[in-house]
């Protein structure tokens, strides 16, 4: 039989024994035969769909003890147990289980991953569950990981380094900027997400292999600022705020010297916000220029927000979609992202630029204003245009 007509088969058995009430345990033989086809069928893309098909529809009663019980049930009679994965761990399958993660056996969860070929997945995967291994597990997966090839390798270090003890962290730290110096990008997107975790030697290091090596990028300089201005050292900040002043881009430069602004001369904040407000007056409308105004208008209190998003408006208003394809509208993304910010002042400019949006889009957006200005404040929970740049 194929994938297919196994599912119906087993689909069949499952209505016998279990019915479609879902009040009763699925039996350990019919665990052993989805187990089974599970593995008999790996490379088979309706694999896990079907697996998940059967479990949903005859396991809707799941309890938590129940989802650790068919966990440890099918992780004991798999052979590849990568596919707990997409049964379990996923997270488009967090809603579907009524148990957290920490409740399943870290060594499985493990086992689950290493079972996975090299890629970003697995790597991604290990700095997902990486807080819930042991120390055991923990040292069984930094051994693994050092037999991985680029740039997983660097991916996955990255993301096992904070349960790691002193002497392997300085380990990875040392790896990471030999890949960082060879000019991986991947080593400087891990250095900077790993870098709170640094004691304060290794920060210094990472600072000035930053500062120091040739031909590193701004945009990697920069975003180890924005991302950890309040870990650095004074020294390390002084540093980091001379290089940032010389930055070819305004954008770059502006966002990193007001993440460090505790550091710089009295003064300087309000000199770079005067000299940004000329370049803002005269040059045409962008998505960064927009967010550097959002930014000044955070790190200086004293501006008066209505006028800055009155500002920003303006802005949004000039961009041109003309060129874009219909789900690309830039004023449409900029209005979700500013939309919790206005006030009654702000309504005629917003339903104006609502105006000239595309499609459905247009629709949407005003029925969000509309739902803003008479205080329905609950459609707005998640913002789906945050700020990139």
């Not at 490379?43 to 009663?61: H, N, W």
């Not at 993301?159 to 960082?180: C, H, N, S, W």
């Not at 000329?278 to 409308?285: K, R």
């Not at 961009?319 to 690309?328: A, K, R, T, W």
């Amino acid at each position: 039989m194929d994938a297919d007509d196994t599912y119906d088969a087993l689909k069949r058995e499952l209505v016998e024994s279990v019915g479609y009430a879902g009040r009763l345990e699925i039996p350990v033989t019919l665990v052993r035969k989805i187990a089974a086809f599970i593995d008999e069928y790996p490379d088979d893309s309706m694999t896990t769909y079907y697996t998940q098909s059967l479990l949903d529809q005859f396991y809707r009663k799941r309890t938590k003890e129940r989802s650790i019980r068919l966990f440890e049930l099918l992780s004991s009679l798999l052979k590849n147990k990568s596919s707990l994965i997409d049964l379990f761990l996923r997270p488009e399958g967090w809603q579907r289980h009524p148990v957290a993660h920490e409740h399943f056996d870290a060594a499985t969860i493990w086992s689950a991953i290493r079972d996975l070929d090299d890629g970003n997945g697995k790597a991604n995967y290990i700095g997902d569950y990486a807080h819930l291994f042991t120390e055991e597990v923990a040292s069984q997966a930094y051994h693994a990981i050092l037999e991985m090839s680029e740039p997983f390798k660097t991916r996955a270090l990255g993301g096992i380094y904070p349960r790691m003890d002193t002497p392997r962290k300085a380990e990875i730290v040392t790896y990471l900027l030999q890949q960082f110096a060879s000019g991986l990008s991947e080593a400087a997107y891990r250095l900077k997400f790993i870098f709170p975790f640094m004691d304060r030697a290794s920060r210094t290091r990472v600072v000035a292999a930053h500062l120091d090596l040739p031909d590193v990028r701004e945009g990697l300089i920069a975003y180890l600022v924005i991302r950890n201005a309040a870990y650095f050292e004074r020294d390390d900040a002084v540093r980091l705020a001379a290089r940032a002043r010389l930055f070819e881009s305004g954008y770059y430069r502006n966002r990193c010297l007001l993440k460090l602004a505790a550091f710089l001369p009295e003064g300087e904040v309000e000199e770079l916000y005067e000299r940004f407000m000329a370049e803002f007056n005269t040059q045409p409308a962008s998505i960064p220029l927009i967010h550097s105004l959002y930014h000044f208008a955070a790190a200086i209190r004293t501006l008066d927000s209505n006028r800055m998003i009155s500002l920003a408006l303006e802005k949004i208003a000039s961009l041109d979609d003309s060129g874009n394809e219909i789900y690309d509208q830039a004023k449409y993304g900029q209005m979700m992202f500013v939309i919790p910010m206005l006030t009654d002042v702000h309504k005629e400019q917003a339903y104006s630029i609502a105006e000239t949006v595309k499609g459905g889009y247009k629709k949407g957006l005003k029925a969000k204003l509309k739902a803003h200005f008479t205080n329905n404040v609950s459609f707005c929970r998640i913002l789906y245009s945050p700020i990139f740049y």
